[in-house]
Nanobody, 127 residues
Framework: QVQLVESGGGLVQVGGSLRLSCAAS????????MGWFRQAPGKERESVAV????????HYADSVKGRFTISRDNAKNTVYLQMNSLKPEDTAVYYC????????????????????WGQGTQVTVSS
């Protein structure tokens, strides 16, 4: 069983930065694409960024391009989301998730392709 634990969320002012971490319990996570997703109050969950198992391919939602960076350290079984220039509309619970198929290079960010999910970490951006 794969367990994913997010951390690094918190309260930050507009324009500030946060780095989220997603620690996985199993080494097999290193063979899978990973993604970050978020859900704001009263809204549907949306894709934020995904990264291939090798780390060479990434995709971002238009709303975060140029501000967020997804990365991974397979030796540590950890995926990161560096968030800069935060805006109030970035306020949400952020989730990391593992792609259901090993060694894939994601060409899109479909939540249905991700099977294991963490519990989420709250990010609040105050104006």
């Amino acid at each position: 069983q794969v367990q994913l634990v997010e951390s690094g969320g918190g309260l930050v002012q507009v324009g500030g930065s946060l780095r989220l971490s997603c620690a996985a319990s199993a080494r097999t996570v290193s063979d899978y694409a990973m993604g970050w997703f978020r859900q704001a109050p009263g809204k549907e969950r949306e894709s934020v960024a995904v990264i291939s198992w090798s780390g060479l391919t990434t995709h971002y939602a238009d709303s975060v391009k140029g501000r967020f960076t997804i990365s991974r350290d397979n030796a540590k079984n950890t995926v990161y989301l560096q968030m800069n220039s935060l805006k109030p509309e970035d306020t949400a619970v952020y989730y990391c998730a593992r792609n259901s198929r090993p060694r894939t290079v994601p060409t899109r960010m479909r939540m249905s392709e991700y099977d294991y999910w963490g519990q989420g970490t709250q990010v609040t951006v105050s104006s």
